[in-house]
């Protein structure tokens, strides 16, 4: 890239770890400021990386910051996100984009009408994994796809989350939490989706903290726990997903994709780059395979660097804004249909994001 985009980080949470841990890769990505409403918090960050801590209206009036980096809590995106916005600045989020479609629409619309970029997690899609899978799919590697399954489950975050409250409030819970890495996906290998069905449920177990400074704090739960979902895609392949809090142990397959000649046991969406396996009548036992396509070695930040790229060359960023919100729209229309027992139908829709290609970086590609 001719010059890397400046950065401001609102939110310095747990997750803001694993992006200064993967920073230093990204050429195209240059840290100046962070702010969080724990400014002992903020302080202690800002230091140990060696940026500035500012106050969140400082940063967002910060003449230095192009685009906000969102990694607070999902109640809280789109109020960030649109003072970002509006103090003319790009803005990457953390998933889910908002905790509603509704919410939603307006941030993406002004965005729009003033020429600025909005992009969100997950970018898990863009590395070697998923994007291996998809090569192997678009080649036609197991014929036609035919439907696809996804089971993710645990007994619950707060097994390991020094503050797990906020996964049990709206914009949490399994579906809105852990979902969007696997819909994500599913979007990304097989099209948009056009109807959707589901049910959801919580169960009556306590909850509390086991670990950190609230250890033994109760948990309240104000979300469903354990979800199931049918999705039809536009292509006609169906796809069912299973998120959960509630499961313990389970043998279930995490991600496969069935076709008319084989199966691709799709790596965990939640990660960038684990092996992809196939299974083909012509080579009947499961086979790994080697990449072929993503970025390599990549972190979370890579969608970000891909969207700073993007920037400079005017082509469109793979982790878009429409794709997550397609994404929103899916859960949204899955608690719907659980609540109201019948089959809902989108009116978003989204184009397949660009493929990465083998050996590409964000700052080529």
């Given at each position: 890239?001719?010059?890397?985009?400046?950065?401001?980080?609102?939110?310095?949470?747990?997750?803001?770890?694993?992006?200064?841990?993967?920073?230093?890769?990204?050429?195209?990505?240059h840290?100046?400021?962070?702010?969080?409403?724990n400014?002992?918090?903020?302080?202690?960050?800002?230091?140990?990386?060696?940026?500035?801590?500012?106050?969140?209206?400082?940063?967002?009036?910060?003449?230095?910051?192009?685009?906000?980096?969102?990694?607070?809590?999902?109640?809280?995106?789109?109020?960030?996100?649109?003072?970002?916005?509006?103090?003319?600045k790009?803005?990457?989020?953390?998933?889910?984009?908002?905790?509603?479609?509704?919410?939603?629409?307006?941030?993406?619309?002004?965005?729009?009408?003033?020429?600025?970029?909005?992009?969100?997690?997950?970018?898990?899609?863009?590395?070697?994994?998923?994007?291996?899978?998809?090569?192997?799919?678009?080649?036609?590697?197991?014929?036609?796809?035919?439907?696809?399954?996804?089971?993710?489950?645990?007994?619950?975050?707060?097994?390991?989350?020094?503050?797990?409250?906020?996964?049990?409030?709206?914009?949490?819970?399994?579906?809105?939490?852990?979902?969007?890495?696997?819909?994500?996906?599913?979007?990304?290998?097989?099209?948009?989706?056009?109807?959707?069905?589901?049910?959801?449920?919580?169960?009556?177990?306590?909850?509390?903290?086991?670990?950190?400074?609230?250890?033994?704090?109760?948990?309240?739960?104000?979300?469903?726990?354990?979800?199931?979902?049918?999705?039809?895609?536009?292509?006609?392949?169906?796809?069912?997903?299973?998120?959960?809090?509630?499961?313990?142990?389970?043998?279930?397959?995490?991600?496969?994709?069935?076709?008319?000649?084989?199966?691709?046991?799709?790596?965990?969406?939640?990660?960038?780059?684990?092996?992809?396996?196939?299974?083909?009548?012509?080579?009947?036992?499961?086979?790994?395979m080697?990449?072929?396509?993503?970025?390599?070695?990549?972190?979370?930040?890579?969608?970000?660097?891909?969207?700073?790229?993007?920037?400079?060359?005017?082509?469109?960023h793979?982790?878009?804004?429409?794709?997550?919100?397609?994404?929103?729209?899916?859960?949204d229309?899955?608690?719907?249909?659980?609540?109201e027992?019948?089959?809902?139908?989108?009116?978003?829709?989204?184009?397949?994001?660009?493929?990465?290609?083998?050996?590409?970086?964000?700052?080529?590609?």
């Open positions: 890239m001719g010059s890397a985009l400046n950065i401001g980080i609102i939110g310095v949470g747990t997750i803001s770890a694993q992006y200064f841990a993967e920073f230093p890769r990204l050429k195209g990505l840290v100046v400021a962070v702010a969080d409403i400014e002992a918090r903020a302080a202690e960050v800002a230091a140990e990386h060696d940026v500035d801590v500012l106050t969140v209206d400082a940063l967002l009036a910060d003449p230095r910051i192009d685009a906000v980096l969102n990694l607070t809590i999902p109640v809280a995106h789109v109020d960030i996100a649109m003072r970002a916005l509006r103090a003319g790009h803005v990457y989020g953390e998933k889910p984009l908002a905790l509603d479609p509704d919410e939603a629409a307006p941030m993406l619309e002004f965005a729009r009408e003033h020429g600025l970029r909005v992009g969100s997690a997950p970018d898990t899609v863009l590395g070697t994994g998923v994007q291996t899978a998809r090569a192997l799919l678009d080649s036609g590697s197991v014929g036609d796809p035919v439907a696809a399954a996804v089971h993710w489950s645990s007994p619950g975050h707060e097994l390991w989350h020094p503050a797990p409250q906020f996964y049990y409030q709206p914009g949490g819970g399994p579906l809105f939490d852990m979902a969007p890495y696997y819909l994500t996906t599913l979007v990304t290998l097989l099209g948009p989706v056009i109807r959707v069905s589901g049910v959801a449920t919580r169960s009556n177990r306590e909850r509390s903290i086991a670990t950190g400074d609230e250890a033994g704090s109760s948990v309240p739960v104000n979300v469903e726990t354990h979800v199931s979902a049918i999705l039809e895609h536009t292509n006609g392949v169906t796809s069912t997903l299973t998120v959960s809090f509630e499961v313990w142990a389970s043998r279930a397959p995490l991600f496969e994709i069935y076709g008319t000649k084989g199966t691709i046991a799709v790596p965990d969406p939640n990660r960038f780059s684990d092996q992809v396996e196939v299974w083909t009548v012509d080579t009947p036992e499961w086979t790994k080697p990449i072929s396509a993503g970025y390599a070695d990549a972190g979370r930040g890579v969608g970000l660097a891909d969207l700073a790229h993007a920037i400079e060359t005017g082509r469109p793979r982790a878009s804004a429409e794709l997550a919100f397609h994404v929103l729209e899916i859960m229309a899955v608690l719907r249909a659980a609540s027992h019948r089959v809902v139908e989108l009116t978003s829709t989204v184009a397949r994001p660009e493929p990465v290609p083998f050996g590409a970086t964000p700052s080529t590609w």
